[in-house]
């Protein structure tokens, strides 16, 4: 199985952007997801999109993160506004089949300095 590739992790000031995006090598995923873990603490489900575009975001990043996917190109997007410090994690992204199939990626950096 080919895992999805994030991209888009960086290096950033408190109240900036960034965009990460999730590159799937297969078109069959029904729902995908951005999770992030911070150090120290356990993985937490940020975001998820269905194949449909329902969403869902976490309320700790509601009204400042976006999730869309481009199902043409089988990619994920997750744009992030008005970042804090505390969102400093890697963020993973994670893609579910129909079947049940579930494939991570390997994860990508983010750093909001304060």
């Known amino acids: 199985q080919v895992q999805p590739v994030e991209s888009g992790g960086n290096l950033v000031q408190a109240g900036g952007s960034l965009r990460l995006s999730c590159a799937a090598s297969?078109?069959?995923?029904?729902?995908m997801e951005w999770y992030r873990q911070a150090p120290g603490k356990q993985r937490e489900l940020v975001a998820t999109?269905?194949?449909?575009?329902?969403?869902n975001l976490v309320d700790s990043v509601k009204g400042r993160f976006a999730i869309s996917r481009d199902n043409a190109k089988n990619t994920m997007y997750l744009q992030m506004n008005s970042l804090k410090p505390e969102d400093t994690a890697v963020y993973y992204c994670?893609?579910?089949?129909?079947?049940?199939?579930?494939?991570w990626g390997q994860g990508t950096q983010v750093t909001v300095s304060s």
């Open positions: 994670y893609a579910v089949t129909g079947r049940g199939l579930g494939l």
């Open positions: 999109i269905t194949s449909s575009g329902r969403t």
């Open positions: 297969r078109s069959d995923f029904t729902a």
